[in-house]
């Protein structure tokens, strides 16, 4: 079984422009999370996703950041404009419970954006 | 959200146990004890979770405490492998209400050093 992919492994973009990262989860697994790591700091929650729907989005960081997922299947993060402060690791995730038994969360690789 | 305390870090020797302490001395009675570790260049990995009762799976064994405001992850025969960062995180229950259920915040974690 396919684990959780991110595409692309590494980005490097200047300042202002745009870029969008994109996660596919495990197969059947409704929930889709987002996280990130800036230099120093800790892992941070951004969002949550059930199927198509925004369950959490209360660490989003500002309007600069857009997540979707089309069809309840894969997700995109979308940062325009970038800013230096963006740099930093981004993880997805995903886990096949809802609002039941508590199941892992399974992490894919990350994408490393470095914004110059 | 509730905290937890962890050593920064911890070193053993191959094939000892390995004992990794965490302190969350405000966790409600809703709230999940997960367990990730994250190897070096790769996402978090689960490796177990508990509410009240100790648990164990094959990777390790979670022993909580009776007030449940400590508990410790053990690693019965540290490997090589085994050297990663561990995160003691404390998370919602799904039935406790709340759109935040899904969400991991977590710490800074333990740095696990393994020496041959």
């Known amino acids: 079984e396919a684990g959780v992919t991110q595409f692309p492994s590494h980005s490097v973009i200047e300042k202002g422009q745009t870029v969008t990262l994109r996660c596919d989860p495990i197969s059947g697994h409704d929930n889709l999370y987002w996280y990130r790591r800036v230099m120093g700091k800790e892992i941070k929650f951004l969002l949550h996703f059930v199927k198509e729907s925004k369950q959490d989005e209360s660490g989003m960081p500002n309007n600069r950041f857009l997540a979707e997922r089309t069809g309840g299947t894969y997700s995109t993060l979308k940062v325009q404009p970038a800013e230096l402060e963006d740099s930093g690791v981004y993880f997805c995730?995903?886990?096949?419970?809802?609002?039941?038994?508590?199941?892992?969360?399974?992490f894919g690789p990350g994408t490393r954006l470095t914004v110059t | 959200d509730a905290k937890t305390t962890q050593p920064n870090s911890m070193e053993s020797n191959e094939e000892e146990p390995v004992h990794l302490p965490c302190n969350h001395s405000t966790i409600s009675g809703t709230d999940y004890i997960h367990w990730y570790r994250q190897l070096p260049s790769q996402g978090p990995e689960y490796v177990i979770h508990?509410?009240?009762s100790n648990v164990n799976n094959r990777m390790a064994s979670l022993a909580i405490a009776e007030d449940r405001k400590s508990s410790t992850l053990i690693l019965h025969r540290a490997t090589l492998r085994d050297a990663a960062v561990y995160y003691c995180i404390l998370r919602v229950a799904p039935y406790a209400g709340g759109t935040s259920y899904g969400k991991l915040t977590f710490g800074q974690g333990t740095i696990l050093t393994v020496h041959p």
């Open positions: 508990g509410l009240t």
């Open positions: 995730a995903s886990s096949q419970e809802y609002r039941g038994p508590i199941y892992e969360q399974y």
